[in-house]
Nanobody
Framework: QVQLVESGGGLVQAGGSLRLSCAAS????????MGWFRQAPGKEREFVAG????????SYAASVKGRFTISRDNAKNTVYLQMNSLKPEDTAVYYC????????????????WGQGTQVTVSS
């Protein structure tokens, strides 16, 4: 059974930083593309960042480029999202997801999803 468990969310002031982690089990982690998505109240779930199976290719939403960094440790079956210079508009539930596809940015390609972790940025 595939499990993705996010952690690291919380409340932070604007300009602050958080590091999200997602621990995976039940799949061959080193063979899957991993992504982070977020969903704010009343909005669609949107792509934030994604990383290829070996970490050699990554992609970011325009709204987070230059502030967020995705990385992975295949030895630990974990993907990370370092979030710096946080803004109130980054407030959302953040989800990690996994796919066997190489299409990093496409939400519909992701097969497995975590339960999400809340990130709240106060102004």
């Amino acid at each position: 059974q595939v499990q993705l468990v996010e952690s690291g969310g919380g409340l932070v002031q604007a300009g602050g930083s958080l590091r999200l982690s997602c621990a995976a089990s039940g799949l061959t982690f080193s063979s899957v593309t991993m992504g982070w998505f977020r969903q704010a109240p009343g909005k669609e779930r949107e792509f934030v960042a994604g990383i290829s199976w070996a970490g050699g290719r990554s992609s970011y939403a325009a709204s987070v480029k230059g502030r967020f960094t995705i990385s992975r440790d295949n030895a630990k079956n974990t993907v990370y999202l370092q979030m710096n210079s946080l803004k109130p508009e980054d407030t959302a539930v953040y989800y990690c997801a996994a796919t066997g596809s190489s299409r990093i940015t496409s939400r519909n390609e992701y097969t497995y999803w975590g339960q999400g972790t809340q990130v709240t940025v106060s102004s």
